[in-house]
């Protein structure tokens, strides 16, 4: 399917879900909120710092009420040999790569969220779900969700998790930034709180910036000279930095440009002004099918 | 009338505390006082208490304050019990520790950006409040990992297959405190007393290719400090699954031994290996007494050729029968050992 078509039936369903609604396409188009504030927070995660020891895994999961296990389980560093993504269980996890500078230690590296400035996942969301927060966090609302799991498939890091074990209400899971309870009055992140080596640093964006450009000059030889999240999709507020190239740990290549959700031009609408269930269901239907064009394109 | 009076009050308060830091200074100088570079430590002009704009640490630079302590005056054991929650406190063996950076980085490893005069303690600069790093410095709890787990991390064979914080920390309530020693398939137990015996190179001489460095004498004996023939090491040139190899030299022996005369090539060369020098063997007992003083006590211009005359030192001597005469030179002991 090409990319001309695609665009022409999303202007036509998009036309129709306002006309539905009785509304001109114009006025359809008001934003989810995706506030990229000056001030907005990050985490800086210091790789070469990090040892891999998962207290950040294990505060995050005290902190979202999710069961923890056994505490000694998690000294078990035989684990870390596969690699991980986060799931409903875990919103973050420690994976773990050979060490290019020492061949006797390990390059540990947390994964989660990454917070994008310009986050594919709430561009994607039909129903505004998903939101870009002041303070830098991306959040869902779980009331909002329809259970469509675009954000999972528009995601350019493979981060949204789904609870397909769950019949009823299911959630989509991911890292919120411990927006709740904790960065939106102030607090630090439970991971950050809980790291003993100071490897995540919480703190203004543009702050972290300096500090990582800083430590990068000032220690040319512990650090592979690239701040990941600086520019990927637009920028992130997760950012991190390695002693090696960042694709030999997994990071995708995702270029500098933001992901757009293939969905954008319609959820507006759809979002702001109530739909009958009937046509919402087959706009949906019509956008699942594109998605999954999109998908096979990309594959091929 | 009232408000004058709270007024009056404040400034004296005020002034009371102004002179007060004032008698303070007197006694001890901030460091900005002294004739230092600032920019070797602060990145930024006018460096402050809230904002140091400390360089990234640690930064080894400058060999400050430290360089003019010794390793006599450290203290021990530390132990540290500041942020001890989950676990007991931590006994840290400081002096080895110390007796060991002395080989690589030196006390600036721990003690970076330490201002001339004491020595400082970690916790002086790093916050132990939060976790959060203020400015550029890590939290303490931060600083005391960063530092120990950089390098127990890496040696330490068994952490590829469990984090070992117990390596360091004891369990709440378990007894007793005890610094458990690393393992490590080369040194079963790293001490200052199982230092390795003897090493022996391949040469490319032909006659005699066999080299024998009997490394234990020259480190118990022969020299006082590690640190005369080790420098720039670090822990894992040591405690590495790997020990390093070194390269050795005619250049590595030659400021004690004599590697330019032919004749003198059979002190290390051999064909096969060689034991280690004993006085024994020529006849002297290297009784406790005569091993607290150094080489050049007895061997004259440490000329190790010429046998050593009792008579240099002693009145009258009879070996080996009689009891020796009285002293007739005062001899200083060797310094005491870093240790
Ligand atoms: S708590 Fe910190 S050091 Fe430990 S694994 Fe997480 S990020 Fe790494
Ligand atoms: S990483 Fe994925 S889930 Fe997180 S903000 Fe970016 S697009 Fe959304
Ligand atoms: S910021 Fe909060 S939700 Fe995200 S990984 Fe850390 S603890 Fe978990």
Redesign the interface.
Known sequence: MNTQSRREFLKTAGLLGAGIAGIKPKEAAASPVNIVSDDRMGVLVDST?C????QCEIACKEEHGLPVGSLDD?????LLAEMRRPDTTALTVINEYPNPK?P???TDLKVQCMHCDHPACVSACIVGAFSKQENGAVIWDESRCIGCRYCMVACPFQVPAFEFDKALEPKIMKCDLCYDNRTSKGK?PAC???????AL??GKRYELLQ?AH??IQ??PQSYFDHIYGEHEVGGTSWLYLSNQDFASLDFPDVGTEPMPGATEPLQHALFKFFIPPVALYGLLGGIMWLGKGNKAEEEE | MKQRLTFLKTILFALTLISGALAQNAAAKHHSEFPLNCQECH?CKNPTFEKPCL??TP?LIRKGAPSKHSLKEAPEKITIDLLSNKYGPVVFSHKDHAAMAAMGDKCESCHHHNPPGKILACSSCHDAKS???SG?K??L??AY??RC??CH???DST???????ETCHAKKGSTPLKIRKLVNPSFPEMERAKIPETFTYKSDNEDAPIVTFHHGAHATMYVDKCETCHSNETC?DCH??KVKEREISHETCESCHDTESEEKCGLCHDQKQKPSFSHQAYGFTLDTTHAQFECKVCHLNRNFDKKPQCLNCHHSYHFPAQKPGKAVRVIKKKKAEAK
Not at chain 1, 51 to 54: E, L, P, Q, S, V
């Open positions: 710092v040892i891999g020891c998962r998690y000294m078990d560093r035989t020492n006797d230690q390990h630090l950050v709180e809980a790291c003993p080596q100071n640093i919480f500090l800083q430590k000032d220690r | 990145t360089r990234i930064h976790n959060q790093p550029q890590p939290s709890k931060a990992h960063q787990i950089g991390k890496s040696w952490w590829q297959k469990k984090t070992q914080c894992a590495g699954s």
